[in-house]
């Protein structure tokens, strides 16, 4: 199994350009979701998925969408970036079955947006 | 969602017990208490969790209080590479769905 594999490893973007993070896992993992970590910071939830079809916000959700069109596959868009989305971004997913599953993390993405 | 509180750093001597702690004092019944760490600037890395008993695992050990409204994550031989961020996150339900939340956590420190 590969786990969870995040693309690109690192990207530069300008105020206002768009681009979609890509997340994957080949685990069958009902639950995933994105995280981003400023520095110095702790990791702050975004968007979560409990299945394909089912999104819902986290603590941070604002200028970021996701949708979850399959098991595998949980991108992440940023619509317009801002500067203040400069961050490391970690994808994550478990099981849900028992309820006490731990999350498998993706190595991250490194935005800067200038 | 219930929140937790741990020391923002802390230094251990290589080979010695690591004990960190962690507060979680509005922890309800039925939530769990789950221990990442994050070396440098990787993903975080699962270590162990528990409901009210004490775990242990071939990473760490995990003792609970009575009441839950504390934990410590224990390292029985901590070396140079659990140099590294240590979260302690209370796993919340919202609306049936399931959703970690992370603190900013304790900076262990081994040293030589």
């Known amino acids: 199994n590969a786990g969870v594999t995040q693309t690109p490893k690192f990207q530069v973007l300008k105020t206002g350009q768009s681009m979609t993070l890509q997340c994957a896992q080949d685990?069958?993992?009902?639950?995933m979701s994105w995280y981003r970590q400023d520095p110095g910071m702790g990791l702050r939830l975004i968007h979560y998925?409990?299945?394909?079809?089912?999104?819902d916000q986290g603590e941070v959700p604002n200028g970021y969408n996701v949708s979850r069109s399959t098991t595998e596959d949980f991108p992440l868009r940023l619509l317009s970036a801002a500067p203040s989305q400069t961050s490391v971004y970690f994808c994550a997913s478990s099981k849900l079955a028992g309820r006490t599953y731990e999350q498998y993390f993706g190595p991250g993405t490194r935005l800067t947006v200038t | 969602d219930a929140k937790t509180t741990q020391p923002p750093s802390m230094d251990c001597a290589e080979g010695r017990a690591a004990n960190l702690p962690c507060n979680h004092s509005?922890?309800?019944?039925?939530?769990?208490v789950y221990w990442y760490r994050q070396i440098h600037s990787q993903g975080p890395q699962y270590i162990i969790h528990g409901l009210k008993n004490n775990e242990t695992n071939e990473m760490a050990s995990l003792i609970i209080t009575e009441d839950r409204k504390s934990s410590t994550l224990i390292l029985p031989h901590a070396t140079l590479r659990d140099t590294a961020v240590y979260y302690c996150i209370v796993r919340a339900i919202t609306s049936g769905t399931y959703k970690y939340i992370f603190g900013t956590g304790t900076r262990l420190k081994v040293l030589a």
């Open positions: 685990m069958n993992h009902e639950y």
């Open positions: 998925s409990v299945g394909a079809g089912i999104t």
């Open positions: 509005t922890i309800s019944g039925n939530e769990y």
